[in-house]
C-alpha cells in the first residue's frame, strides 16, 4: 500500500489556503520502526513528568509502548492494514495515516464509567499515530494528548489520526498540548461525533514546530449536544500554525462554542478558519465564535476566518473576529510600575491567551505548559499564576 502515489492537498484548495505546506514536498512519510529496548531508557527521560490521577500511554513513531505505559483494561491496539481511504483534500493527511499507520490505539469507555488518560506521541523521525475512542452512554473521559519531538532540533514529521464517538449524555474533556521541535512538520485529523445530551469540551495549546496544521470535523448528530472549543497559537521566528474546524450541527438544541486565541512574533503565521454549519433540522441552535489574534512582529501574519452556512432561522448565532496589537495604554502602565519592557509585553500576551490556558484540566499540566512557555513569554507565567 505504501507503494501507492502520495497526494497532498494545495494552497489552491479552499481549507487549505493558509496552511504551509512547503516543507511536506521534500518529506518523508514512511514510518519509523519500533524502537528498540536500547532507546526506551532515553525517551523515558524525556517524557514530562506523570500527572496525578491519570493513566499513562505511550506511542513511539505510532508504536505502543507497553514499558513505558499504564496496562489499562479499556485500551487495545489493533492493526488496521486496510484502513478505507476517503475523497476530497481535506482527508489526504488522514489517508496517509490510514495508509502509514502501524496499529490504532482504541479506547473504549463502558457505559457509567470514568477514565482519566494521558496519551504521549513521540516522534524521532515520521509518526502516524492513530486513536480512535469510543464513549459509552454517560461515560466520562478525560484525556490528554500530547505530541513531542524526542530531540529539541529534530525534523520530525507527526501526523495524527483522532476519530471520537461519544455516546448519550457522556462527557469528553481533550486537552492536546503540542511540544514539537524547532524545525517539525506537526500534522493532525480529528473526527469527531456528539450523540444526545453529549458534551465535548476540547483545550488545545500549540507552540513549537516549523509548521502545523490542525483538521477537525465535529457533527452534533444526537439532539442537545454540546461543544466547547478552546486553541491558543502561539507563532514565533518563521513558524506557520493553522487549523481548520468544521462543525456541523444536525439535530436540534446543539449548541457550540469557540474560542481562538493565536500571537505570532517575528516573521511568524498563525490562522484559523472555523465553519459552522446548521442544518435545516437544528431548530433552536446555538453557535459562539471569538476569533481573536494578536500581532507582534514587523512582519507577522494572522488571519483569522469565521464562516456561517445556515440553513434555518431558529437559530441563535454570533461571531467575531479581530487583528490587532498590544494595547500601548496597558503596555505604558506596566512600564510605569517599573516592570522591564520584555516581561511587561510577556504580561499581556499571557493575558491575550489565558482565556484558553485557564481551561487546561489540572493545576499539574498549567505548571508543566507554563513553563514550555517560558521562551517565548518570559517572566509571565511567574506573575500571572503566582
Avoid at 458534551?199 to 507552540?207: D, G, N, P
Amino acid at each position: 500500500m505504501s507503494a501507492m502515489p502520495i497526494v497532498l492537498p494545495s494552497n489552491r484548495d479552499e481549507n487549505w489556503r493558509y496552511a504551509n505546506l512547503r516543507g511536506l514536498a521534500r518529506a518523508r512519510f514512511e514510518p519509523a520502526p519500533a524502537p528498540e529496548a536500547t532507546q526506551l531508557g532515553d525517551i523515558a527521560g524525556r517524557l514530562p513528568a506523570a500527572l496525578p490521577g491519570y493513566a499513562r500511554l505511550v506511542l513511539v513513531d505510532g508504536h505502543h509502548v507497553a514499558a513505558l505505559s499504564t496496562a489499562l483494561p479499556d485500551v487495545n491496539i489493533t492493526h488496521d492494514v486496510d484502513a478505507q481511504e476517503k475523497s476530497g483534500a481535506d482527508q489526504r493527511f488522514a489517508n496517509l495515516n490510514r495508509r502509514f499507520r502501524q496499529g490504532t490505539c482504541r479506547i473504549a469507555v463502558p457505559a457509567q464509567a470514568a477514565l482519566a488518560l494521558e496519551v504521549l506521541c513521540v516522534a524521532t523521525a515520521s509518526s502516524h499515530p492513530a486513536l480512535d475512542i469510543t464513549l459509552g452512554d454517560g461515560a466520562k473521559l478525560q484525556l490528554i494528548e500530547r505530541q513531542l519531538s524526542a530531540r529539541g532540533d529534530d525534523s520530525t514529521l507527526v501526523n495524527l489520526h483522532l476519530a471520537a464517538r461519544v455516546g448519550e449524555h457522556a462527557q469528553f474533556e481533550l486537552a492536546r498540548i503540542g511540544h514539537h521541535g524547532a524545525k517539525a512538520q506537526a500534522l493532525d485529523t480529528l473526527e469527531l461525533q456528539l450523540d444526545v445530551g453529549a458534551s465535548m469540551k476540547l483545550v488545545q495549546v500549540i507552540e513549537g514546530a516549523l509548521a502545523s496544521r490542525s483538521t477537525a470535523f465535529v457533527e452534533h448528530v444526537g439532539r442537545e449536544a454540546s461543544l466547547e472549543w478552546y486553541v491558543a497559537a502561539l507563532g514565533e521566528g518563521t513558524q506557520h500554525h493553522d487549523a481548520f474546524v468544521h462543525v456541523t450541527h444536525a439535530a436540534p438544541g446543539a449548541r457550540t462554542l469557540q474560542c481562538f486565541r493565536g500571537i505570532a512574533t517575528g516573521r511568524s503565521r498563525v490562522a484559523f478558519n472555523g465553519h459552522m454549519r446548521v442544518e435545516a433540522a437544528a431548530l433552536g441552535t446555538q453557535t459562539d465564535q471569538s476569533l481573536k489574534c494578536l500581532l507582534a512582529g514587523a512582519e507577522a501574519e494572522a488571519d483569522v476566518r469565521p464562516q456561517l452556512e445556515i440553513y434555518t432561522d431558529a437559530v441563535k448565532a454570533s461571531h467575531g473576529a479581530t487583528v490587532g496589537k498590544l494595547d500601548a495604554d496597558m503596555l505604558f502602565y506596566l512600564l510605569s510600575r517599573s516592570i522591564p519592557p520584555a516581561t511587561a509585553e510577556s504580561l499581556l500576551k499571557w493575558a491575550f491567551v489565558s482565556d484558553v490556558l485557564a481551561k487546561l484540566p489540572s493545576p499539574e499540566l498549567r505548571s508543566q505548559v507554563a513553563a514550555a512557555l517560558e521562551r517565548q513569554l518570559p517572566g509571565a507565567a511567574t506573575r500571572a499564576w503566582s
